[in-house]
């Protein structure tokens, strides 16, 4: 290559080693290969040369274009690879830092009671059977005992969806829906939420926790019924717990009885928690109505029934000494995290 030409090239190599970043290299490429470059000027002298001359500067500078091109791209890739490496070395994890636990959250107290009844159930031969919020009329009321127009669907304000649709009032239902699917012997419980308009305060809330019992057999007796929720009330209060059984109707048991459990907190004498009767209010419960067992498809000459509904808001208050109910749904983590 000409003198000139080496010592531009040699000049450009000089100056592209310094080069750190891309705006100073496209300004030092200008001054080599741009408009009124090093090289342009050298075209530009071409035009007086003779043919021959032409021909062969012509060619040394195509390699000298050739060379500078190749400069600053290997600059330019130089310069992107080094970005590229900060910014991984920047961004790179290091597996070595110790881990900041994130806290854990604890499980909801109705919860907790919800599984060590299922637990208990479950380990005395009954099955879980899981119903949905959204029930049929029929399910909820008419095959239970309770048609249309029946006064004691007024003991369950309902949110209807539309005429054949409720939120269910109780889990109840899943009592027919259980008994349709499978003769008997049953042992099921079914446990959810149910829904009923109810002003919202201290012992009422619209959604509320339910659990249902039901056991459809030969021989089945109220002792049964009775023996069974003594059982499950020792088994969440405490031995020294007693059950007191009251008379009570429900269109779908026959006879039909309430059950109070001695004040846990009291132990029967009367305090604030048991508003000084010594008892609380637990449950309804009672023999299946012959009229239920028929409508579900099973023989009431042949089976005998019983079933349960225990309401697990009130039994979470009791169980833990919640005073406010609201305070269960409030999501206060101070109040929830006491419960493990
Ligand atoms: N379903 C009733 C309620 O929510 C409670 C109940 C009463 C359930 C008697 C039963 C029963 O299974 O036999 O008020």
Known sequence: MDKQLQEILNEAEVKVKQIKDKQTLIQVSALFLGKNGALSGLMKNLKNLSNEEKRVLGEQLNTLRDSLNKLFKDKENEIDDAILNEKLSKEKVDVTIPVTPSPYGTMHPIEILKKDLIDYFIERGFELKDGTDIETDYYCFEALNVPKEHPAREMQDTFYIDNETVLRT????????????QQPPIKMISTGNAYRIDEVDATHSPIFGQLEILVVDKNVTLADLIGTLEGVVKYLLGEKTELRVRPSYFPFTEPSIEADATCPKCGGKGCALCKETGYIELLGAGMVHPRVLEMSGIDS??????????????????KYGVSDLRDLYENDINLLKQFK
Request: charged share 15%.
């Open 301 to 318: 000459n042949i089976y005998k029934g019983f079933a349960a509904g225990i309401g697990l808001d009130r039994l979470a208050m009791i």
């Open 170 to 181: 109780h889990t109840s239902a899943m009592q027919v829906r259980t008994m349709e699917s």
